[in-house]
């Protein structure tokens, strides 16, 4: 009875592995069919920003809780350093989260387990109209290469950081990201060292929302008839 137990129990264990093989290709192949459309949508002039009224804090904490689960799987530390106050703002905010899980997952996927992913918000100035965030994404990572920083943008081209089958990837998450991020009127940059790891950023001016509201109503006063 004790062995045909233990044969029960492997059997199950089998099956669970095999289910969870499963599961992490057809995410594996969504995320791969995402991209392509998303490339094929920008590329063509198809693909447009839907801003809306938004949390800024929503859209930092919510890339937070896709990240986490990733960073805990691997076993590395996901930090948070936000040094913005909450505020509603206009943006697109599917497409700007999008560019921080990229960046954030592309950072936990190059960083050993016990190291370190950073993602930091901070504001560079602001107005009475709009305020300018910047978006950072730091890693203690394996780092890039000086002579791969220039395409690592590029569709299908990890930086020559590894191969596929050992990181895994499509190599069109930073491509789609610094596109979007063009389409929103900034562009990502970044750092890195070899060895060490890699800070990717990118600059962001985000209308405030008490100023779309308040130039609403001014010109609905003006053109309401009298």
Known sequence: HLSLRRQRQMCIRDRLDCLEKIDTASRHLAALVDDVLDMSKIENDKLQLTPQIVSLH??????????????????????????????????????????????????VKFTAKDKKVVLKCDMLEQDDESLLIRFVLEDEGIGIKESNRQCIFEAFNQGGRSTDAFYGGTGLGLAISQKLAHMMGSEIKLVSTFGVGSRFWFDLRLAKASFLQQTLLTCLLYTSPS
């Open 58 to 107: 929503s859209i930092i904490f919510s890339t937070l809780d896709i990240l986490q689960p990733l960073a805990e799987k691997k076993g590395v530390l996901l930090q948070r350093k936000v040094n913005v106050a909450d505020c509603s703002v206009y943006a697109d905010s599917r497409r700007l989260q999008q560019i921080m899980v990229n960046l954030g997952a592309n950072a």
